[in-house]
């Protein structure tokens, strides 16, 4: 009776082991599935949230769509090398905000420096960072073919205004936001 009751239990810890590590093989596949799908965004450049992403379609290429691009390598120095986001990001996420043929300007207002696109004031374009640490701004241009300016919601966000514009091949993939919070 002793011999039943251990192979018993012997069975049960047995199915339990299986079932365990299926269901952290299945949650680490599931996990490495959501992070090629899916990103959470925690920076104040857009919406707080889950955004879906997705492969870019040609009528995606519009103002107002949110665009995942690799971070340029002129903005790397300022983004790792500041601490404005860890090291193990890679990518930004950014609106659309100007297309082929909008112009693009940085005009001085008293001692303060705005954007301009077609001659619609967008915002404000700072000397500094938030470490009081002097940050690159963006020339006035005209922008070309398959060349986009991309910006992000919060006043301090870096973006175009400092990097400067990405091309089309350089984005990655479009995010729609999933949920926020």
Not at 10 to 23: S, V
Not at 33 to 42: L, M
Not at 139 to 148: A, G, I, P, R
Request: overall charge positive.
């Amino acid at each position: 009776m002793a011999r039943i009751q251990r192979h018993r239990r012997y069975r049960a810890f047995k199915y339990f082991c299986i079932i365990y590590i299926l269901i952290i093989g299945i949650g680490y596949l599931g996990i490495k599935e959501f992070r090629k799908s899916y990103i959470i965004n925690i920076s104040d450049s857009i919406t707080k949230g889950v955004y879906r992403l997705t492969d870019m379609k040609e009528e995606d290429y519009i103002k107002g769509t949110i665009v995942q691009f690799p971070i340029p390598s002129n903005a790397e120095e300022y983004i790792h090398g500041r601490n404005y986001l860890p090291k193990n990001v890679k990518t930004l996420s950014k609106m659309i905000l100007g297309v082929n043929g909008d112009k693009i300007e940085i005009r001085s207002s008293g001692n303060r420096k705005v954007l301009y696109i077609n001659d619609n004031s967008v915002g404000g374009v700072s000397k500094y960072d938030g470490l009081g640490l002097p940050i690159p701004q963006m020339e006035s241009k005209v922008l070309e073919e398959n060349e986009f300016f991309v910006y992000g919601i919060h006043p301090k966000s870096f973006d175009s205004r400092y990097f400067g514009t990405i091309k089309k091949e350089d984005i990655l993939k479009k995010a729609t936001l999933v949920f926020s919070f």
